[in-house]
């Protein structure tokens, strides 16, 4: 199935998105902080096996790990529990939450506080896109090979004027900043310092069903392995 094993000699993948078999025990502290802080999309493609503590394992789950198991599974429900996970990877949540942000991949538009951006439908298919990879940059090219199916980059400018208007309506809906321009012409979604909705914190949430990590406590409870006197 391509599945990468995580191990004490493994160092964190950043640019591939393999399903992941993350064994807690086995791997380095700060490889597992950095899992543990990674984006959803990230974590939920992870089946933690080794956590012997039940209450362990079900606050993976709420923070949007694949599955977790317990110590020595067998290798038939490890296959089926990968197997589900292959198969979750395949598919597409309907909303995503960017801070006050909502995005709907049904009705292809965005709400702020109950109002609608009113989106065109490239506009939502970029903002959608930026959304795959939260504060990482997604290279020009790959926007007009995603969104306009373009293998070479065209004379015009109609990426630009697209994210400039859309940058218009967000800033309209109090969102200025969200849409980060890097220095190659790269394009990001801001991970965090999201202007101006009252009664949010500005820090974004990726893909609805999947709770935000710190719960309150930084990076969370650090498995029992780790924790020192």
Not at 113 to 121: E, F, S
């Amino acid at each position: 199935m391509g599945w990468k094993l995580l191990g004490e000699h493994d160092v964190l993948p950043q640019g591939e998105f393999l399903p992941l078999l993350a064994m807690p025990e086995r791997v380095r502290i700060s490889e597992w902080v950095t899992l543990s802080g990674a984006a959803p999309s990230r974590r939920r493609r992870a089946l933690v096996v080794g956590v012997d503590d039940a209450l362990e394992r079900a606050r993976l789950l709420r923070l949007g790990f694949g599955d977790a198991m317990g110590p020595q599974p067998e290798l038939e429900e490890l296959e089926i529990r990968a197997l589900r996970i292959c198969e979750a990877m395949q598919s597409l949540p309907r909303f995503r939450q960017v801070g006050p942000l909502r995005l709907d991949l049904l009705h292809r538009d965005g709400v702020v506080a109950g109002r609608p951006l009113g989106l065109h439908p490239r506009e939502f298919a970029l903002l959608w896109r930026l959304a795959d990879a939260p504060g990482e940059p997604v290279l020009i090219g790959s926007l007009l090979k995603d969104i306009w199916r373009l293998a070479f980059r065209p004379e015009t400018n109609s990426l630009a004027v697209h994210i400039s208007r859309l940058r218009g309506k967000l800033r309209i809906a109090g969102l200025d900043g969200l849409i980060e321009t890097l220095p190659d012409g790269a394009y990001r979604l801001a991970v965090g310092g999201v202007g101006g909705v009252p009664g949010t914190n500005g820090s974004p949430s990726w893909d609805t069903g999947y709770l935000p990590l710190d719960e309150g406590s930084g990076l969370g409870k650090v498995p029992a392995a780790y924790h020192t006197t």
